[in-house]
């Protein structure tokens, strides 16, 4: 990609403020022009700004934090409702020592080329650790156009990574996120409509001419994310995934025109004092929802909203405790003003007495 004028050294600066750090890295060939923007208005400063990033899934590792986001460049391929126009190809870890910190962008720990069943499209990944192993999992499109999600290995959380040469067997659609219990199980929630090709993995086989969008059923159950069991060596999956219910109040699954509270995408789970919380974006209405259970397998009770919308069309998070508080790592559009090219930020998360969530805007109100 062509090397285009950057205004990092201002940019350096002013992601220095609030609870953000700097990067070490010096800027690289990904650099790319930078919209000026009334930083003020913004909860929280980007952490990079040397490249784009997106979907962040943060870990504490060894009382590390490590980020393990998209990598956004600035494509050709026309804006679409299926994310075309999302071209990601490799990725690139950020780690800090502290929340507010200095943060390292480190080298491509991975790259689509190689890995052997992947053509491209390397979307939101999350990792993974077990008995020395680091475990990166990644979505990209294969040969035939479909989605599925591949493993990579590494003995740093950093990389380099090595791909597994197929993908998981049983795999399709987009958004691993892998979740390991007390007990040592680990479990892989996935899936997203629309480009993330759920509804055209219905009964977990792809269909190249399913719908471009969902069930078109808006008086019927809502798509649903999937889960798995993950095997002991974090390589396959121990079962066929099911399906992870989100019910109201009343025990009902959520409709499918019900677009503010509905599964999309950008499936994450934690555990707080016991109990399960699935959190996910709902796409096209731009919140970050959650939902409350009492197993790794669900159902789970909708109880609200985490994130109202960002500016851009995205949202994809992950939630993890760092030094005895909670913390919300997401992204916005605040450096390019572009849907495809975004930045990653974090915030402090909070809960109310009674377990739910409060719901955080991520634009300062005038």
């Not at 992870?244 to 934690?270: C, Q, S, Y």
Request: glycine residues 8%; charged residues 25%; proline residues 7%.
């Amino acid at each position: 990609m062509p090397r285009k004028f950057s205004l990092l050294p201002l940019l350096a600066l002013a992601s220095c403020i609030a609870i953000v750090g700097c990067s070490k890295e010096a800027p690289s060939n990904d650099a790319v022009k930078h919209v000026e923007a009334d930083k003020s208005k913004y909860l929280s400063q980007p952490l990079v700004s040397e490249i784009y990033t997106a979907d962040p899934s943060a870990h504490v590792w060894n009382g590390k934090i490590y980020v393990y986001p998209s990598h956004d460049v600035d494509g050709p391929t026309p804006e679409d409702d299926l994310g075309s126009h999302f071209e990601m190809r490799d990725y690139r870890i950020l780690s800090m020592d502290k929340i507010g910190g200095p943060v390292t962008l480190g080298p491509v720990a991975l790259d689509v080329k190689d890995v052997p069943w992947a053509e491209k499209q390397m979307w939101a990944p999350d990792a993974a650790f077990r008995n020395g192993t680091y475990y990166l999992y990644f979505p990209a499109k294969d040969k035939a156009g479909a989605f599925r999600i591949g493993v990579a290995t590494s003995k740093s959380p950093t990389g380099p990574f090595k791909a597994q040469p197929e993908p998981i067997k049983g795999s399709y659609s987009i958004d691993p996120a892998v979740f390991t219990d007390e007990d040592g199980e680990s479990y892989m929630y996935f899936g997203g409509i629309w480009g993330g090709q759920l509804q055209r993995n219905v009964d977990g086989k792809y269909d190249p001419n399913g719908s471009k969008t969902d069930l078109q059923a808006d008086d019927k159950p809502a798509l649903l994310p999937r889960v798995a069991r993950m095997s002991k060596d974090m390589l396959e999956f121990a079962e066929s995934p099911r399906e992870l219910h989100i019910v109201d109040e009343k025990g009902k699954l959520l409709l499918g025109g019900d677009h503010d509270r509905r599964f999309f995408e950008a499936a994450w789970m934690h555990k707080y004092k016991g109990k399960y919380y699935f959190s996910y974006s709902t796409g096209d209405t731009h919140f970050l929802a959650y939902g409350i259970g009492d197993s790794p397998y669900g159902p789970f009770t909708y109880k609200g909203r985490i994130l109202e919308p960002v500016e851009g069309w995205t949202t994809h998070h992950s939630i993890v405790q760092w030094d005895g508080r909670w913390w919300l790592f997401y992204a916005d559009t605040q450096l390019s003003g572009q849907t495809r090219l975004r930045n990653v930020k974090v915030t402090e998360l909070y809960y109310n007495a009674d377990g739910t969530i409060r719901t955080i805007d991520p634009m300062i109100r005038r």
